[in-house]
């Protein structure tokens, strides 16, 4: 199966500092999409990008499907962006579409 | 927005008793998933569903776990004789026919005492 792999595993921010979450995986896929998942263990949907670039608010993700990678770029942090940060990635074919999930990155942005 | 909704959103069982966790899929989504997180763990495929059958299981999903679509908008995981190792955030998921998203409910917390 699909490989995904996330770093850094864990990442202490100073609220207003920016930073970027990486995401590899290890086949094509069709599917891509970035969760929250806040500390009530919400999965909070962010971006559906299995290729390109969008933006919301302050945040965006870019990706890069010909060399299997995603960023997700979190700008002037805020406390409440703590949480894990979990790609997924899927392959659709006439079964579905089951998503693979990454092992996360824990976010924690200090006041 | 339509959203998933899932039922109970914490479930507490002694060990060996029958769960079933109950999800309400978006309404003209086709495609149907069960997903499991193990507190402090990365979120695991257990089924999808599709066209009234199951379409792809994991190995996680043995003979203990079944699925069903009951009538036109529920979709449940039954989970027979439970086991300690069954404690676990429970999610459903669902995604329309075409290049869509997969949406998530909030999820059921399964403990097992």
Redesign the interface.
Known sequence: GIQVEQSPPDLILQEGANSTLRCNFSDSV??L?W?HQNP????I?LF?I?SGTKQNGRLSATTVATERYSLLYISSSQTTDSGVY?C?V?R?G???????????TRVLVKP | EPEVTQTPSHQVTQMGQEVILRCVPISNHLYFYWYRQILGQKVEFLVSFYNNEISEKSEIFDDQFSVERPDGSNFTLKIRSTKLEDSAMYFCASSAPSNQPQHFGDGTRLSIL
């Open positions: 069709n599917n999409q969760f009530w263990g919400q999965l949907n559906y299995p979990f997924a899927g659709r006439a079964a579905g579409n089951k998503l693979t999930f990454g092992g996360g």
